[in-house]
């Protein structure tokens, strides 16, 4: 996965549930990313962290919660207060030139 | 906050032709733009971004074009090939934090 990897690939949750998706990196990296795609909505910023232990929210952070407590491991914890949380959840990371987004393979969360 | 408009939503093009799709940002301190390719049910890739001390890169069938005082960039691709179908994103970061993404444009390349 080019050093960084989100599992699971498919999730399925029921309504009222929390759920964590996992995003590791072993590149290294200081700064770590969470996007949301919707269909037609592009890539919405949920959180992101450019240190250990500090993150801050972005565009969409309502209904979501982060930790960073080790530098290659930011989970993203898709709460109940998330109302519409099905989606396709990106990872990403800043590439080599600490500029770009490298991105996971993604998770595709469905509530049932 | 900072915003990135992408037109169009959607694009078909005859093989062979030229696509653009064109880009807005609202935060005058960018200083990095990307574009990313998307295929269905992959991850987006990075496949070129242009610098705000430049005004335009190119890389084979792709080039990038940078206003500044307009604050737009587009994305042209020359040559359209069947494996150029795909949605492709623009991009803005002031290169320390956020990195914004506008809504994607799907390209279809028509035979």
């Known amino acids: 996965d080019g050093g960084i990897t989100q599992s699971p690939k498919y999730l399925f949750r029921k309504e009222g549930q929390n759920v964590t998706l996992s995003c590791e990196q072993n590149?290294?990296?200081?700064?770590m990313y969470w996007y949301r795609q919707d269909p037609g909505q592009g890539l919405r910023l949920i959180y992101y962290?450019?240190?250990?232990?500090?993150?801050q929210k972005g565009d969409i952070a309502e209904g979501y919660s982060v930790s960073r407590e080790k530098k290659e491991s930011f989970p993203l914890t898709v709460t109940s207060a998330q109302k519409n949380p099905t989606a396709f959840y990106l990872c990403?990371?800043?590439?080599?030139?600490?500029?770009?987004?490298?991105f996971g393979q993604g998770t595709r969360l469905t509530v049932v | 906050g900072e915003n990135v408009e992408q037109h169009p939503s959607t694009l078909s093009v005859q093989e062979g032709d030229s696509a653009v799709i064109k880009c807005t940002y609202s935060d005058s301190a960018s200083n990095y733009f990307p574009w990313y390719k998307q295929e269905l049910g992959k991850r987006p890739q990075l496949i070129i971004d242009i610098r705000s001390n430049v005004g335009e890169k190119k890389d084979q069938r792709i080039a990038v074009t940078l206003n500044k005082t307009a604050k737009h960039f587009s994305l042209h691709i020359t040559e359209t090939q069947p494996e150029d179908s795909a949605v492709y994103f623009c991009a803005a970061s002031t290169g320390d934090d956020k990195i914004i993404f506008g809504k994607g444009t799907r390209l279809h390349i028509l035979p």
């Open positions: 962290s450019q240190i250990v232990n500090d993150f």
């Open positions: 590149l290294n990296h200081d700064a």
């Open positions: 990403a990371i800043k590439g080599e030139l600490n500029t770009e987004a490298f």
